[in-house]
Nanobody, 121 residues
Framework: QVQLVESGGGLVQAGGSLGLSCTAS????????MGWYRQAPGKQRELVAL?????ITRYGDAVKNRFMGSRDKNTVHLQMNTLKPEDTAVYYC?????????????????WGQGTQVTVSS
């Protein structure tokens, strides 16, 4: 069993910054990839950032150069800067024992409950 617990999120004005954190617990000894996805109302879930245990990071196109992911063992952080109203979504922490999600085409195995991020204009 793997548990992913997110913290952070909330309401921020456009142009502002916000941070998210997620800690994995349980059977986590082989969690190669951890990171973040988001889903806005009426839209598909999309990649925000994925980080391997070795520190390789992949970002979604919509957040490149604005968001920064980091990882310390079984905790991942997401620093979101220059936020836009279109960044409003539920942000989900995710993890996988393989690197397959990093290559695209597959979603991670494990998911957190999600945390709401709302950016007002």
């Amino acid at each position: 069993q793997v548990q992913l617990v997110e913290s952070g999120g909330g309401l921020v004005q456009a142009g502002g910054s916000l941070g998210l954190s997620c800690t994995a617990s349980g059977s986590i000894f082989n969690m190669n990839v951890m990171g973040w996805y988001r889903q806005a109302p009426g839209k598909q879930r999309e990649l925000v950032a994925l980080i391997t245990v070795g520190g390789i990071t992949r970002y979604g196109d919509a957040v490149k150069n604005r968001f920064m992911g980091s990882r310390d063992k079984n905790t991942v952080h997401l620093q979101m800067n220059t936020l836009k109203p279109e960044d409003t979504a539920v942000y989900y922490c995710a993890a996988d024992t393989s690197n397959a999600p990093l290559r695209g085409g597959t979603f991670p195995q494990y998911w957190g409950q999600g945390t709401q991020v709302t950016v007002s204009s």
